[in-house]
């Protein structure tokens, strides 16, 4: 008689029929296990996975490794949130780089002048370099490789930004804090870039070199596996925002600027929020949403002067003073030092 039961209950959930009253996680003693029945599935989660699972909806900002620098180790948490939303397992991460590998050189073969620059942007390059495409694309290796195929094409399509691009080019647009880099992750360990337009000079400081800037910023901190799971989020601070200001940006460089943010990088934009935007805000926003996917699209949030559900998602505590938050105002000098090292004695400090 039991065993029928058992026989009935498995059949039933497993044909998504079983008794909507019955619980869908049977839960006993099994060598550290638990039995967890899902519609469609059997299979045994470890009492670690659920604990996990439940650590990773009750997360903290204290809860996450450093933002500068690369991950000495993955949080557990961490790597359980890449089997769950990137369907990232270790066999999967071995297989998945060498069947991306071989599809660059097969792809190369075929003719397409992209495809082989795509092969030859990647010829020498690591595991590791291969994995962050992979990563920002869920495990699905032909979507890895488009992905790649964008990363190649917006450096065709945008040469001027990656022209003598390097580090010491565009340290001083990192110490004016364009962009900014909070040290501290959000709640869900994503790196959170800050933008201030109040004190942007235009002319001083360009739209390229801010964009240049943030090409040297995204490959720096995407070489963290954290960050290659977690992803960014940006603050836009439009307080101050002038309409001289927003006559000035011209829609060529905000589509430039939403071409980089969207399959461009190996980067997994979570959110953008905007807030203390002025009503003619609006007219500039125009002008990027044609340019946005629905995906990146439910990820921007414009809050205006109405905070409060900003803090729910920005803990204030990691925020500088000048966004809102409880922590001094914005250091781009220290920004620069972690990402750089210390300035060179008689390095350049003009922007």
Not at 53 to 68: A, I, N
Not at 156 to 167: G, I, M, R, S, V
Not at 257 to 283: C, E, G, N
Request: proline share 4%.
């Amino acid at each position: 008689m039991q065993g029928l039961f058992l026989h009935m209950l498995v059949t039933g959930i497993l044909s998504g029929s079983a008794n909507p009253n019955l619980s869908s996680s049977i839960e006993g003693e099994y060598k550290g296990t638990t039995r967890q029945y899902l519609p469609g599935t059997f299979r045994i989660v470890s009492e670690e996975e659920q604990a996990l699972r439940l650590k990773l909806e009750r997360l903290t900002t204290k809860d996450h490794g450093p933002v500068f620098g690369r991950c000495e180790n993955i949080p557990a948490h961490t790597l359980q949130k890449a089997k769950d939303e990137l369907n990232e397992t270790s066999e999967k991460r071995e297989s998945a780089v060498k069947e991306l590998q071989d599809l660059v050189q097969e792809r190369a073969g075929g003719g397409e002048d992209i495809c082989k620059a795509v092969a030859e942007k990647a010829n020498g390059k690591d595991g590791a370099f291969f994995l962050r495409f992979i990563r920002a694309r869920k495990f699905d290796v032909n979507r890895a490789y488009d992905l790649l195929k964008g990363y190649v094409n917006f450096r065709q399509q945008y040469p001027e930004l990656f022209e003598n691009l390097t580090p010491e080019a565009v340290r001083s647009t990192i110490e004016a804090g364009y962009p900014g880099i909070l040290s501290n992750r959000d709640k869900y360990g994503r790196v959170v870039l800050l933008f201030n337009i109040e004190n942007w000079d235009y002319e001083e400081i360009t739209f390229d070199e801010i964009l240049r800037a943030y090409c040297v910023i995204l490959e720096r901190l995407l070489e963290n596996e954290e960050t290659q799971i977690n992803g960014f989020c940006i603050i836009e601070n439009f307080k101050g925002f002038t309409v001289q200001q927003a006559s000035g940006i011209k829609p060529s460089e905000l589509k430039k600027m939403v071409d980089m943010l969207q399959d461009s990088f190996p980067a997994r934009f979570k959110a953008v929020h905007f807030i203390h935007q002025p009503w003619y805000f609006t007219t500039t926003y125009n002008v990027v949403k044609p340019f946005l996917k629905n995906k990146l699209l439910e990820r921007v949030f414009v809050h205006g002067d109405e905070l409060e559900s900003f803090y729910q998602e920005i803990d204030a505590d990691i925020l500088p003073a000048d966004f809102g938050g409880n922590l001094p105002k914005y250091d781009g000098k220290d920004t620069a030092e972690k990402l750089f090292g210390p300035r060179m004695d008689g390095e350049d400090t003009a922007l």
